[in-house]
């Protein structure tokens, strides 16, 4: 069973940096793709970032590039998401998944597997 696990959330003011990672375990296939989506009070589950593990094309949601950054660790199965210039807006569970290669990338069906989030919260 794939389990992940973010850590790095936090509170943080506008203008500021936060590094977002995400171990990964128990994965069975090769070539896939990790996503960062994030989800605010009252909003739907959106897209963020995404990375595939092999080819390590990036992918990012209009609103954050530029100002995220995402990257990941093959040794150690992980997926970090460096988070600057920081925006109230960014506030939000933020939540990494895994799905196979193929999918649609930006599509919270998309993804078989979840953590179960990390807080980030940007004060103005």
């Known amino acids: 069973q794939v389990q992940l696990l973010e850590s790095g959330g936090g509170l943080v003011q506008a203008g500021g940096s936060l590094r977002l990672s995400c171990a990964e375990s128990?994965?069975?296939?090769?070539?896939?793709?990790m996503g960062w989506f994030r989800q605010a009070p009252g909003k739907e589950r959106e897209f963020v970032a995404a990375i595939t593990w092999v080819g390590r094309t990036t992918y990012y949601h209009a609103s954050v590039k530029g100002r995220f950054t995402i990257s990941r660790d093959s040794d150690k199965n992980t997926v970090f998401l460096q988070m600057a210039s920081l925006e109230p807006e960014d506030t939000a569970v933020y939540y990494c998944a895994v799905a196979p290669l193929g999918r649609i990338y930006h599509s919270v069906g998309a993804y078989d597997y979840w953590g179960q989030g990390t807080q980030v919260t940007v004060s103005s």
């Open positions: 128990g994965r069975t296939f090769s070539n896939f793709i």
